[in-house]
């Protein structure tokens, strides 16, 4: 493992590479900082950016995107009040009061320091770990596969938001069902190609990224009215004395909260902040505690995410479905085969988590109240400017016009589908899953031959399918124990 | 009625999704596998259906209302233009008058900006993506 850091490191470290992740962090804050656009706008944005760099220094400069448009989120949700993304509502609830109070610049460090906390403490169990699970997923074959692809898939319903289960199934199946278009890999058909030549190598990932996250953002940003509470500025970026003793055990237990709810797939950033917060104002009045905790354990989280990402191959949720498919693009292929075939992007991405936090808060402290100006340009100006840049993104890496008439009608129905409460990370985990979860399936068939009973006998599967049952039955046995009683006889 | 439109949308989907799973021609060797390419659509096109269906019969409410198309039918003309543009202006000079246009329409009344700011930013592309990357991009019929 020490010769792998090593490597990482040595990758990581390398000049270009840390350029790469220091354009990475402000991109990302940047981007991420704008009303409305959050990680997965931010990456799905920067795609084409990354197909110039060696596969390497691109995954290192999305590293970087991601984690300063976490940050660049926060900034946004304590100065005015307007979250980029539902995983930094949370920072919001003490943020705003704080800038309101006109201790925006305090809100902002606090936020500065428990992200880096909490990235850095998820980059150092990352690197404890994903070695380990990385080595022992190698003896996982198609049914096992199968099988954690089930479960992420499943897990969607899990960790839906309450009344939206329903909807984030329906979200994942249209993902699945994207991804079946094209030609089938297998059997070498065509399907749901309706004689197109342009849908014959199916629907390209980043023109659904794009069109999904992005250019759905503009539209979502054009029709609406919505705006931020007052912008505050932040004079000096600093925190007040005792705050760093105050907020330290806050930090430590939620970035391991957070790292531990990241890994989960279907969980993400989101859930692991407001358990955060709701864990800690339990017992902690201290609107700084309230700022970080939620804050170290997003942070935290993103880093956990990369754990089935990097050691499975398997996304755990939109941001990393995204990152994967950039990988894929980039020639590289996640899983517990990347420890063998590439240890240099497996522990460079790792190592250089940790670099994009300390970038992060190196540039971020001093420049935060200059940039955070850029909060202000006004949606007439923004929205145009969003929506050519997904655009000639997506015309870059394909150079054919369909996909933008394709792009505007994916645009637009996940406007509607938004609109009427269906969450779009399912969509593109489902579309990101789809063809490793018929690969595995059809391999799994061939394997087993009929005698599913071969599969009880390997101790992986069979955790595994009870883990998948468990998620079925779970809302069965809630609505059991729910279920209305009559009224005990007097 | 309104909280019916979407279901009413997903199960046309799922219709068409199915009828075109069942016009996928199937070589011989693998017509009669459990696991072929008609496989798994048919599964997620069933199960949708089946979604959009409760869901016809419970009604959906909208989380967001209030939402000015006319804004969004605007932008979506400004890209048909673009894309119309594209293979006869070339991209550069698309994405200036697609960029001047749209600003132009959400109400951008200051001169300077619709006019520096589109041409700053398709100078930029062309510099970076064309002069810096070394990438070919067609100039467009027009031009050429």
């Keep these: 493992m020490w010769e792998g850091i090593a490597q990482g490191l040595g990758t990581a470290l390398d000049p270009a590479n840390l350029l ?63 979250p980029g993304v539902a995983s930094t509502v949370a920072t919001s609830f003490d943020g705003y009061p704080m800038a309101r109070a006109g201790e925006a610049g305090r809100a902002l460090a606090i936020a500065a320091y428990a992200s880096f906390a909490g990235g850095t403490i998820g980059a150092l169990a990352l690197l404890l770990f994903a070695g380990a699970l990385a080595s022992w997923a190698t003896a996982f074959q198609s049914p096992e596969y199968t099988l954690i692809l089930v479960l992420a898939l499943s897990s969607i319903a899990a960790f839906a938001e309450r009344g939206r289960v329903a909807r984030s199934c329906v979200a994942a199946l249209l993902g699945l069902m994207l991804g079946t278009v094209g030609t089938d890999q297998s059997a070498g058909v065509q399907r749901f190609t309706f004689g197109r030549l342009d849908l014959m190598d199916g629907i390209s990932f980043i023109l659904l990224a794009m069109a999904v996250f992005a250019l759905a953002e503009a539209f979502h940003m054009l029709t609406t009215r919505e705006r931020g509470g007052d912008y505050r500025p932040a004079a000096s970026v600093r925190l007040r004395k005792g705050d760093a003793r105050a907020i330290t055990p806050t930090v430590g237990r939620n970035s391991a909260l957070g790292f531990l709810v990241g890994i989960l797939p279907g969980a993400g950033a989101t859930l692991a902040s407001f358990f955060a917060y709701d864990f800690e104002k339990r017992f902690n009045r201290n609107p700084a505690c309230g700022i ?164 009880l006998h390997r101790p992986a599967t069979l955790v595994l399918a009870i883990a998948c049952a468990a998620i079925w039955m779970a809302p069965a046995i809630r609505w059991w124990r729910n279920r209305p009683r009559g009224e005990p006889r007097s | 009625m309104t909280g019916r439109i979407v279901p009413l949308g997903l199960l046309l989907v799922a219709g068409i999704y199915l009828w075109a799973t069942l016009r996928i021609e199937l070589d011989p060797w693998s017509a009669d596998e459990l696991v072929n390419a008609r496989a798994m659509p048919l599964f997620c ?84 993506i064309e002069v810096g990357l070394g990438v070919y991009i067609h100039p467009g019929a027009w031009w050429s």
């Design chain 1, 20 to 82: 790469w992740v220091a354009a990475g962090c402000c991109a990302g804050t940047l981007i991420g900082m704008l009303p409305g656009l959050g990680p997965i706008t931010a990456i799905a944005l920067m795609i084409p950016v990354s197909y110039t760099l060696d596969p390497a220094a691109g995954l290192i400069m999305m590293a970087g995107v991601y984690y300063g448009a976490v940050f660049g989120g926060s900034t946004s949700s304590i100065l005015i009040n307007a």
């Design chain 1, 292 to 455: 970080a905790a939620p804050e170290a354990a997003n942070n935290a989280a993103c880093t956990g995410s990369f754990v089935p990402l990097l050691t499975l191959g398997i996304p755990g949720s939109g941001t990393t479905a995204v990152l994967l498919g950039v990988m894929l693009s980039l020639g590289i292929q996640p899983g517990p085969r990347l420890l063998e075939t590439d240890p240099a992007v497996f522990w460079g991405v790792i190592v250089s988590m940790y670099i994009g936090n300390l970038v992060l808060l190196a540039l971020n402290l001093p420049l935060i109240p200059y940039i955070s100006r850029l909060i202000q340009i006004s949606r007439p100006v923004l929205i145009p400017f969003v929506a050519a840049f997904s655009l000639v993104g997506v015309y870059l890496t394909t150079s054919n016009v369909f996909d933008l008439y394709l792009m505007l009608g994916f645009g637009v129905a996940a406007l509607i589908l938004r609109s009427w409460g269906f969450p779009l990370a399912p969509l593109l985990l489902g579309f990101i899953l789809s063809g490793m979860l018929e690969e595995n399936l059809r391999r799994t068939f061939y394997l087993v031959d009929g005698s599913f009973s071969m599969l």
């Design chain 2, 45 to 128: 096109g069933i199960l949708l259906a089946l979604f959009a269906t409760v869901m016809l019969f419970r009604g959906l409410t909208p989380t967001e209302t209030g939402r000015r198309y006319k804004s969004l039918a605007m932008m979506a003309a400004c890209i048909v233009g673009f894309a119309v543009l594209i293979p006869n202006a070339g991209l550069w000079p698309a994405l200036a008058l697609f960029l001047a246009a749209s600003l132009k329409l959400l109400g951008e009344r200051r001169p300077l900006v619709l006019t520096v700011a589109p041409l700053a930013t398709a100078l930029a592309g062309w510099t970076l």
